[in-house]
T-cell receptor, first 113, second 113 residues
Framework: EPEVTQTPSHQVTQMGQEVILRCVPI?????FYWYRQILGQKVEFLVS????????KSEIFDDQFSVERPDGSNFTLKIRSTKLEDSAMYFC???????????FGQGTRLTVV | AQSVSQHNHHVILSEAASLELGCNYS??????LFWYVQYPGQHLQLLLK??????LVKGIKGFEAEFIKSKFSFNLRKPSVQWSDTAEYFC???????????FGSGTRLSIRP
C-alpha cells in the first residue's frame, strides 16, 4: 500500500538554527500539506501546496517557514530560525484529488533546545 | 470559517461498553467529513469518511459514524470497544476540493481492561 514517508523521525536542534523536514508524498498525488501537533494539543494546519505553489497557509506559517517541492518527489518544510515553541510533531499529508482523504506520514518530532 | 468541535476531551470506558464521540462542525457549503485515529506514538490513520450518499458510514475496526446535516454533526460510534481502541480520535472537515482539512481538538479514549 502506498504511503507518505517522512524523514527524519526525530530531530533535535538548537534555537536559532535552520531545519528542513522532508516528506515523500504518494507518487500520483497532487495536493500536499504540512500540519503540526504540539504535544497534547490539536493537529493544526500549516500550509497546502498545489501545482508548485502555496494554495493556502495559516497564521502560524509566517516568514520563518517555507515549503518547496525541489525535485518532483520530495516536499520539504523549512524553518529558518527555530524557536522553542516550534517544538512539535510535524505531519506531512497528500491527497490525490481534492475529493479524497488525506494520507498522513508518520511525522517528524522536532525538539528545539 | 470552518471549525470542528469535539465535546469530549477524555472518555474512559470499560471493555465491551458502547462508544459515542460527539463532533459538530461549522461550514457554509458542502463538506467532506472524516474521523482519524492516532494510536499512542503513531501517525494519523483514517477510520472513516463521508463524502456523499448514505449518511451512515462504516469504517475500519467496527467503527461507524452518522452524518446528520440538520444538526451539523458527525458522531462516531462503536457498539463494543476493546482495549486496543485506546487512542486519540480526531474529527475533521474539509470543504472545497483544494481546501485544507480542519481538525477538532481530539478526544482521548481510554479503555479499562
Amino acid at each position: 500500500e502506498p504511503e507518505v514517508t517522512q524523514t527524519p523521525s526525530h530531530q533535535v536542534t538548537q534555537m536559532g538554527q535552520e531545519v528542513i523536514l522532508r516528506c515523500v508524498p504518494i507518487s500520483n498525488h497532487l495536493y500536499f500539506y504540512w500540519y503540526r501537533q504540539i504535544l497534547g494539543q490539536k493537529v493544526e494546519f500549516l500550509v497546502s501546496f498545489y501545482n508548485n505553489e502555496i494554495s493556502e497557509k495559516s497564521e502560524i506559517f509566517d516568514d520563518q517557514f517555507s515549503v518547496e517541492r525541489p525535485d518532483g518527489s520530495n516536499f520539504t518544510l523549512k524553518i529558518r530560525s527555530t524557536k522553542l515553541e516550534d517544538s512539535a510533531m510535524y505531519f506531512c499529508a497528500s491527497t490525490g484529488t481534492g475529493y479524497t482523504e488525506a494520507f498522513f506520514g508518520q511525522g517528524t518530532r522536532l525538539t528545539v533546545v | 470559517a470552518q471549525s470542528v468541535s469535539q465535546h469530549n476531551h477524555h472518555v474512559i470506558l470499560s471493555e465491551a461498553a458502547s462508544l459515542e464521540l460527539g463532533c459538530n462542525y461549522s461550514y457554509g457549503g458542502t463538506v467532506n467529513l472524516f474521523w482519524y485515529v492516532q494510536y499512542p506514538g503513531q501517525h494519523l490513520q483514517l477510520l472513516l469518511k463521508y463524502f456523499s450518499g448514505d449518511p451512515l458510514v462504516k469504517g475500519i475496526k467496527g467503527f461507524e459514524a452518522e452524518f446528520i446535516k440538520s444538526k451539523f454533526s458527525f458522531n462516531l460510534r462503536k457498539p463494543s470497544v476493546q482495549w486496543s481502541d485506546t487512542a486519540e480520535y480526531f474529527c475533521a472537515v474539509k470543504g472545497s476540493s483544494a481546501s485544507k482539512i480542519i481538525f477538532g481538538s481530539g478526544t482521548r479514549l481510554s479503555i479499562r481492561p
